[in-house]
């Protein structure tokens, strides 16, 4: 079998993060498979590739066309499987030749393409508009970090042809240096012993904002007469940050090296490493300061904080803040072995996340998906049995509910597992929101002639989780969720319910759609408690697939512990403590209920020393109904609001002694670590879950008495020793689960 065979086309004039990631990755991915580079420029770019080995052709031109008549003559008769594109001239250009060689065109996005050309109207209104073009009419897109994916996301490129890579750097090779004093003189910076360099490569643009670094330098000076900075690096801004720097009167501190070619050595003579950035995907800067153990201080933007923790591998700042960056620079300078501290854990971060041979990894991964993708499509243009393709999955989403994230979590990964490259749409609340999170097309709930575009196309539709199919809350809810099972379904899906709950739905008219719509129009229900199925034979449903499975939040695995217990901490509260959580919402009749789970927190703390904590599952309301509760109380307990991680909801709840829940996630979250359940119930539904678990009290919200619930929190405290037994009875929940997918995987 032939290798994969891949053209790089780029401008040619490329320094810093960008000129690293693509030299490097070519040397190595030709190891694997045969990576060619072109590029349009002779110069420095192209002599580095050639002393690297890249197998590199420079075609000079000085139109595209003529650019375009070469690249196609240098390609002609030879098999491409993708073109990859970096920067405006290789956008410009991959977007040409698609029109005369069959092959895929992707570009790497390295950093905001809207500021690229900051601080040069012409090229900005030139190059860069020629760019915003040829950018929207690429096949596929790679982010180099989290955040610059997520700003494609963002401006509405299409999330399912975006992927994400990391910049990596060499780990393995040994690095030779000059020695710091005789590397320093050679850039023209003495220094005496004691002095602390810090120091910085960037281009010497708008956009890395060094005039804040001079300002803040000013500043740190006037308390800390030892401190210099070499600033590495070349641009169209020299001469203003040289001007500037004579005007602070710091010409005798700062040393403008110019270009260093041996990052190297300038790393490892400088005692602390900087970035003040407005604006960066992922500065492969970071990285090389990070190999060479420095301690850096940054700013907080783009993909930096993926690899820079505030305190605990870096610093971060936000950007402009002069004064902020000079208490750190002084702070720093004046503890060596805070510095050391911080060093060595950003290297064992960097080791461990950004080696180049993940990089290479990740982008042969992508290579391969874009190509399974391109056959798939092919398959469906030529097999009319195979020209429906993508799920669609509806449910309460996009609302900032915890337990809602977690059953779409569940029913992605089910997806996924089945069929790693099947498009996935979901039907949410807040369509930007899902995109970032899961990486999935998102459409808006009430958009309905886009909801049935994507339905004519997908081959599956899975009405996802929750209790959907009730009028308890909204007859206009029961009548959508109604609609787009009976749309999916004309439209040509097969269609599912997933681990649903059902009910109640009231009204002998809306049992009797409720019956026709399940009847005629779905394929398969799984449920996530037997009160459901009971349900469902109420209402005279017995067409479809019916079984019982359970909750698909169930399947989530916790975040790690160290995540809880930095939050705990972080609010001063010791991990090992004793805790009662509340899991509060607001209802109807809750406000007269409020002093009773007061009145019943004060006996947990006094009485059983529990301290009293509040959770909310619905990071957007529920802090509400605990600040109710907790103004009636003498000593508020600790609210922990706004925690939108299901998994670390679930690593949170693993540290409480007792849990008092009116959320149904709350209860579901909690039996994952085997926490003694006290329930109260506005909804069936939670009764529903526990006596399905087998454990744990509840009672209705409108009977709750303190009485109750001191009785019901005693037992729950009796409990404790036997925890280990509760997460038994989970674990044949979590077991039962496996039944939601298994019917997807026979529907898909």
Known sequence: MSKMRVIHLIGGGDTGGAKTHVLHLLRELNHSIDAQLVCFRRGEFSDDAQ???VPIHVIESGTPLTGLRELRKLLEGQRVDIIHCHGARGNLMGNLLKHFIKAPVVTTVHSDYRLDYLGRPVARLSYGTTNLVALRRMNYYIGVSDNITDLLIQRNFHVDRIENIHNGIDFTTPINCVPREEFLRSIGMEVKPGDVVAGIVARLSPVKDIPTLLRAMKLACEQEPRLKLAIAGDGEDKDKLTQLTEELGLSDRVCFAGWVKDVNSFFNAIDIALLTSLSEGFPYSLTEGARMHKATISTDVGGIPALIKDGETGILFTPRDEKALSRHLLNLAGDPERRRELGNRLYEKAREEYSIESMVRRQLEIYNRILEREARKERRCKTRKERRDGVVVCGAYGHGNAGDDAILKSILHSVRELDEYVPITVLAKNTLSIKERYR??????????????????ARLYINGGGTLIQNATSHRSLWYYLFTLWAA?????????????IGPVNGKRN????????????????????????????YGVNRPSIRLGSDPALVLKPAPVSQADKLLTDHGLDPEGKYICFLLRTWWGFSGKAPV??????????????????????SLQDGTAARAVMDKMKKPGILLDGIQSPELLISLLGRMSVVVSMRLHGLIFSSLSGAPLVGVSYDPKIGSFIRYLDYGEWIDLSAVTEEWLRTAIDGAVELLPKRQEL??????????????????????
């Open 51 to 53: 002393r690297m080995g």
């Open 440 to 457: 999935v097309n998102a459409v808006y709930t009430f958009n309905i002639p886009k909801i049935l575009w994507h339905m004519r196309g």
């Open 489 to 501: 379904k004309r439209c040509g899906c097969k269609v599912a319910m997933y681990g649903c709950g």
């Open 511 to 538: 049992i009797k759609l409720a019956s026709w719509v399940l009847n005629s129009s779905v394929d398969s229900i799984t449920l996530r408690e037997p009160d459901s199925v009971s349900e469902l034979g109420r």
């Open 597 to 618: 789970l007061a009145a019943a927190a004060e006996y947990a703390r006094d009485r059983l020393g529990l301290t009293p904590v509040f959770l909310s599952i619905n």
């Open 727 to 748: 997460m038994e009875k989970t674990l044949r929940l979590i077991e039962v689960e496996k039944v939601n997918a298994q019917a997807v995987k026979e529907l898909l």
